[in-house]
């Protein structure tokens, strides 16, 4: 990703454009933060706001039509907030005291013939820019069209006051001056570099108002006489002169001098009605009480759509415009820490953001592509996604991983593909889910497991991908490449990308078109279970009818989440958020789990075992239709460990081996004998610190085989350590006849090395 | 990581091979290319490190991290 790249995915989030207030006010008063300060009672930070961008506030603020108004969003859950009578309220506090530095003094000095608002307002902008300022007014004061105004609105030793301000800048009135006659003002040209003259001024020729150093503008209609688009004509013209003196372009980036329309979304959904405040003194307008209370129905507006709806781009505390950024400098950096590590690898990559995003940012596109940028340079950190990498070899080694034809059968019209992860979870689901659909469909249909490699996908691992990829592919050609029968919506997603969608079917569509098993028990539930849809099936709209069908069909009532269908929210799996970042996978799970208080039906494992993880009853859509041994309550079942998951996997090869194909597997090279005694706590202590009981045997087998251990006479507790793959294990355990009991375990990854003697 | 790791219950292991216990002594910890000498529980005989729990979980995956994040 380049500058310009970086640029262009910003510009996608919306969040800093500005609220339509901002946009719709002339002169692009930061009116949201103005009101929060008056909603605060911070009236000094109130008027500091107004003095940034508004010219002679205390006169301006008191006449301000308030065109922006028009454009507020409250509009559409009650009224639109009162900005005009907001700004009254806040200049007829105490001025906080200001001293005015203007730039240092510019050799040039600019004629103004124009004495209302837009030319002491160009005054005022043109003076503090160092340039020497001379008023031509026909009055005999300056400002008397002001000072035509009546005294209760707009008090005149107000703005005598304010016009002050531009004599202690330097500026020079000179009064009762023929400001409509040509003559006259051609004079001036002699001695000024530059003019402004008003807009009304129709006796002069167009001759002379082509001049280039000769200034105009203005409004017809009821734009003229708005005191806030007359002070924006009278900037445009400052910047207009400034630009010409200093011999810049006229128009590059200013397509914004005036309204535009703003990109930002604010959502109102949720907003409740509220009125506008009406001032007990309709006269005299808001006290501040009033005023505080009426700001405080400002809804403040921003998009932050994506972040309400994702834990993980909350949890970094911003959003994605800034989250590119850092992205974009953590892939630059040549040394030095990459602080944008954490978020790059945490984000789940399932795309809720993109679907929820008015202007479809991919928060997921960005850190894959971040993921595979680290991974190409070395600067992937090894501990983000080892264990899910080690997961995916075990599944695509021979201890899981097979391809066989159904027996009886030469060629394969199908092949059931069932996914590693429900074979980890229910690998009794998966052995009726085969049975079913050998009776069901002819032409044969074949056997493969192994994982869709979607963990180096997501790893950013593309080498490691494309590889394993094709070692499935060749093993799926040599059965013929009949149709693959897919049970995981994330295979389903892996496969549509990488091979011709004509070859993969949903086993959601095979069973919602070929009708369900004739023998099965479904055991439903009477109360209604929520549908949790996988973020995986976000555009699968085709297989999510499936699933709806099939929930009818066994007479299974059930409600929608909100966050359903397009809108579905990840387990926490997704992207190995699990992985990167366990404590945020965390979050994200009781998350969902809290989108309704009904016992959850899926159908996607992983989900599933998650959500169970997360003490919430869910039932995957098999544990209904095929629940032939009489569970009873399949939602309480609980969430199977990690090597829970390694041994069902390496079970259920060897029993579809032999009870299928009569080929008997016994090559099991962990059988020797050993015998571990583990406590629920040890348990949950090996679940949360990823450490499986494979790779604990091997330990033991290395320690008692070698002598390599501790002892400590106190507690009489062997404690030993052995580095396998990345990673040293350590293990304090105890021997007796019935075998090794253990009372700990932890890992680390820096490599250890004593003196040796 | 120049400080002393090796705290009074440490040293109540012995080396079972060896049959010592153990005691405070040189250590090396790679990891990513980066070398940090420490000072650990080692069997002063055989020099095998032991590595406690709270060291491995704590001080340890600490650096690690950093040390990925280089
Ligand atoms: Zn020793």
């Known amino acids: 990703m380049d500058q310009k790249e970086l640029r262009l995915i910003e510009s996608k989030c919306i969040q800093e454009e500005p609220p339509e207030c901002t946009a719709a006010c002339p002169i692009h008063i930061d009116v949201r933060t103005f009101i929060a300060n008056v909603a605060r009672g911070k009236w000094e930070e109130a008027w500091k706001i107004l003095r940034k961008t508004m010219p002679f506030p205390g006169i301006l603020g008191r006449i301000c039509d308030a065109p922006c108004k028009e454009y507020c969003k409250r509009k559409g859950a009650g009224q639109a907030i009162e900005i005009g009578m907001l700004e009254q309220a806040c200049v007829k506090t105490q001025a906080p005291k200001q001293r005015i530095i203007p730039l240092p003094k510019k050799e040039k000095c600019i004629a103004i013939a124009v004495s209302k608002l837009s030319g002491l307002t160009a005054a005022w902008d043109l003076s503090r820019k160092g340039y020497e300022v001379t008023i031509f007014e026909a009055g005999g004061e300056l400002g008397e069209n002001l000072l035509s105004?009546?005294?209760?609105?707009?008090?005149h030793d107000l703005v005598r006051e304010e016009l002050g301000i531009l004599f202690s800048l330097g500026v020079e009135a000179v009064l009762n001056s023929s400001v409509d006659d040509e003559k006259f003002l051609s004079d001036l040209l002699n001695r000024f570099d530059a003019l402004y003259v008003g807009p009304d001024d129709g006796g002069l020729s167009s001759n002379f108002l082509e001049r280039e150093n000769v200034f105009s503008g203005g409004f017809s209609h009821y734009k003229a006489k708005s005191p806030v688009w007359q002070a924006a004509e009278g900037r445009w013209a400052a910047t207009s002169i400034d630009r010409y003196l200093q011999k810049v372009s006229q128009t590059a980036g200013r397509e914004k001098d005036g309204p535009f329309p703003t990109r930002l979304y604010t959502n109102i959904d949720n907003v409740a009605f509220a009125t506008a405040v009406k001032p007990l003194d309709d006269e005299s307008g808001y006290t501040p009480q009033e005023a505080m209370q009426e700001a405080g129905r400002c809804l403040h507006c921003e998009c932050l759509e994506c972040v309400k709806a994702c834990s993980y781009l909350e949890k970094f505390g911003s959003y994605p415009r800034k989250y590119s950024r850092e992205i974009y400098n953590n892939s630059s950096i040549v040394m030095g820490p990459r602080q944008a590590n954490k978020l790059v690898n945490s984000c789940s990559l399932c795309g809720l953001c993109e679907a929820i995003?008015?202007?479809?940012?991919?928060?997921?596109?960005?850190?894959?592509?971040?993921?595979?940028?680290?991974?190409q340079k070395g600067k992937m950190p090894v501990s983000a996604h080892e264990f899910a990498l080690l997961d995916m070899q075990f599944s695509n080694?021979?201890?899981?991983?097979?391809?066989?034809?159904?027996t009886g059968h030469e060629s394969s019209a199908y092949v059931f593909f069932p996914g590693c992860q429900l074979c980890a979870s229910s690998p009794d689901k998966v052995k009726n889910v085969y049975a079913h659909l050998r009776e069901t469909l002819?032409?044969?249909v074949g056997l493969m497991l192994g994982c869709c490699n979607a963990p180096a996908f997501w790893a950013g691992e593309e080498e490691l991908f494309e590889k394993q990829f094709s070692i499935f592919s060749g093993k799926w050609a040599d059965l013929g490449r009949p149709q693959i029968i897919l049970a995981c919506s994330t295979c389903y997603k892996i496969f549509k990308e990488n091979l011709n969608k004509a070859n993969i079917?949903?086993?959601?569509?095979?069973?919602?078109?070929?009708?369900?098993?004739?023998?099965?028990?479904?055991?439903?539930?009477?109360?209604?279970?929520?549908?949790?849809?996988?973020?995986?099936?976000?555009?699968?709209?085709?297989?999510?009818?499936?699933?709806?069908?099939?929930?009818?069909?066994?007479?299974?009532?059930?409600?929608?989440?909100?966050a359903k269908r397009e809108y579905a929210e990840c387990c926490g799996y997704g992207g190995l958020m699990q992985n990167a970042n366990p404590d945020l996978a965390k979050t994200v799970i009781k998350r969902l789990a809290g989108k309704s208080s009904a016992d959850y039906v899926t159908?996607?494992?992983?989900?599933?075992?998650?959500?169970a993880g997360a003490e919430k009853r869910t039932v995957h859509i098999l544990d209904l239709i095929f629940n032939k041994d009489g569970e009873s309550v399949p939602a309480a079942r609980k969430r199977p460990g990690w090597s829970q998951r390694q041994e069902n996997r390496l079970r259920l090869k060897h029993d579809l081996l032999s009870d299928l194909w009569a080929k008997d597997e016994t090559n099991r090279k962990d059988n020797d004998g050993i015998v571990l005694n583990i406590s629920s706590e040890v348990w949950q202590i090996l679940e949360d610190r990823r450490i499986l009981v494979t790779d604990l045997e091997e330990v033991i087998r290395h320690a008692e085989t070698s002598g390599q251990k501790?002892?400590?006479?106190?507690?009489?507790?062997?404690?030993?350590?052995?580095?396998?793959?990345?990673?040293?294990?350590?293990?304090?355990y105890t021997t007796s006849d019935n075998g090794f009991t253990i009372y700990n375990a932890y890992s680390h990854r820096m490599v250890v090395s004593g003196k040796e003697k | 990581m120049k400080n002393n790791y090796a705290s009074p219950e440490d040293l109540r292991w012995k080396c079972y091979k060896c049959n010592i216990f153990l005691s405070v002594g040189p250590a090396t910890l790679i990891y990513m290319g980066n070398k940090i000498k420490a000072q650990l529980p080692v069997c002063p005989q055989c020099g095998f490190v032991f590595i406690s729990e709270e060291l491995a979980l704590g001080k340890m995956a600490e650096v690690e991290q950093i040390l990925e994040d280089k």
């Not at chain 1, 070929?514 to 439903?524: A, Y």
């Open chain 1, 149 to 155: 105004m009546p005294d209760e609105m707009l008090p």
């Open chain 1, 357 to 375: 995003c008015p202007e479809n940012f991919a928060m997921q596109t960005l850190c894959l592509e971040a993921r595979r940028d680290m991974v």
């Open chain 1, 397 to 406: 080694s021979d201890r899981f991983a097979m391809a066989q034809h159904e």
């Open chain 1, 442 to 444: 002819s032409g044969g």
């Open chain 1, 505 to 562: 079917v949903s086993l959601w569509s095979i069973l919602d078109e070929t009708g369900l098993p004739r023998d099965c028990t479904v055991i439903k539930s009477d109360v209604p279970l929520a549908l949790h849809d996988p973020c995986t099936t976000r555009y699968e709209s085709a297989l999510q009818n499936n699933v709806r069908n099939l929930l009818q069909k066994i007479d299974q009532p059930f409600l929608e989440l909100t």
């Open chain 1, 603 to 611: 159908y996607c494992a992983v989900c599933r075992d998650n959500l």
């Open chain 1, 710 to 732: 501790f002892f400590n006479p106190d507690t009489r507790h062997f404690k030993t350590s052995l580095k396998l793959y990345n990673t040293t294990f350590w293990l304090e």
